[in-house]
């Protein structure tokens, strides 16, 4: 079996899940005696395996089960070092990505285009493919394009702050 060396399509890949994870637990999560589950109903779960079938698998795993911070994290990274290390790319490439700054500002610029959608993504239910769509078209913008291209260039990581001055 030949398995890819390309950390770009692997960045990529390894987004689209972590986005995947966001989709399900904003819209899924319930609460049940003071603690979290994500309850994917039957109808929507074979949407899911009918629309995104590589996701599904993950859709499947994390459903009807309890979350928290430690749990989704787990997951999410159980499933992608099962989907893609040593499977669809070689064991050096994966490292490599989470190591990327590509990957680390996709990741930010997908936090940032969540939370500034927020209201509107909580107003009715939204398939996973209309969330990508609507987050490429915001990712078209120049104004997102120059943002992207100068968090790349600074070289810092988006997630930790490089002001040194005491708060």
Not at 36 to 42: K, R, V
Not at 60 to 83: H, K, P
Request: glycine share 2%; proline share 4%; hydrophobic share 40%.
């Amino acid at each position: 079996m030949l398995r890819s060396v390309s950390v770009k399509n692997a960045i990529k890949d390894a987004v689209e899940i972590f986005q995947f994870d966001q989709w399900l637990r904003f819209y899924f999560v319930v609460d049940k005696a003071g603690k979290l589950w994500i309850e994917i109903p039957d109808d929507k779960l074979k949407k899911i395996e009918e629309n995104h079938p590589d996701l599904f698998r993950y859709a499947d795993m994390v459903n009807d089960a309890e979350l928290d911070y430690q749990r989704s994290q787990d997951n999410v990274c159980t499933f992608v070092a099962a989907r893609l290390d040593g499977q669809k790319y070689e064991v050096t490439v994966l490292p490599q990505v989470f190591d990327d700054a590509k990957f680390k500002v996709e990741m930010y610029l997908f936090n940032v285009w969540l939370k500034m959608h927020e209201p509107h993504l909580d107003e009715e239910f939204m398939e996973f493919g209309e969330w990508l769509e609507m987050y490429e078209g915001w990712n078209s913008l120049d104004e997102v394009k120059e943002y992207r291209t100068k968090l790349l260039e600074s070289g810092a990581d988006p997630q930790i702050p490089t002001c040194d001055t005491a708060q």
